[in-house]
């Protein structure tokens, strides 16, 4: 039976009360709750997650730092940039931990190779990767989850047309000198927009293979 999806465009909202908002609806939810969708931007602000021993805090104080309960370390989200949710029942879905992390990177590196940009995953560093030089590759999409009762909530960021300059005060996601990228400086002009529903529409038709 095709498991129902619900997307939620929220627009831009805070970080916070949308992490109580996921948590909440992922204590609630049951083995009938429809899975979501939610896309949405965030006003500046660095997030630290539960992985957050001997990571370098933010060598400035402008923008404010906020712990949360997604796995990994630092990283920076600001207009611009895609926040994708995904408030999955995996076990419903039949998908693990690293089969979700691998479906949210295929759906980013399908999306670029659409403007003939290439780009990889890392096994021991989930998030998507391109080359900026020929000596250098550079992050453009961060992944984070949380798993609990078999359903997952977090997701990933995606670079598009934001200032990149706060991440140049962290490790991102505590790797020290990772450079980071945006599609915007990769060459694209598709807007925030148009970017995030083409990444809502190879997300969704790879979820519906798990339905």
Known sequence: MQQPLTIRRLGLTEFEPSCQAMQRFT??????????????????????GLNR??????????????LTDRGGKITYHAPGQIIIYVLLDLARRKLNIRSMVSLLEESVIELLAEFNIGATAKKDAPGVYVNINAAQI?????????????????GLSLNVEMDLSPFEAIDPC????LKVTQTKDLGITANT????????????????KHA
């Open 27 to 48: 204590a609630e939810r049951t083995s009938s709750t429809p899975d979501e969708i939610w896309l949405t931007e965030h006003p500046p602000v660095y997030t630290l």
């Open 53 to 66: 021993k001997q990571v370098r805090l933010p060598a400035r104080n402008d923008i404010p730092i906020i």
């Open 138 to 154: 550079a992050k453009i999409a961060s992944l984070g989850l949380r798993i609990k009762n078999n359903c997952c909530y977090h």
């Open 174 to 177: 505590g790797y020290a000198g």
């Open 193 to 208: 927009q148009i970017i995030s529903e083409l990444l809502l529409q190879k997300l969704t038709a790879k979820l519906r």
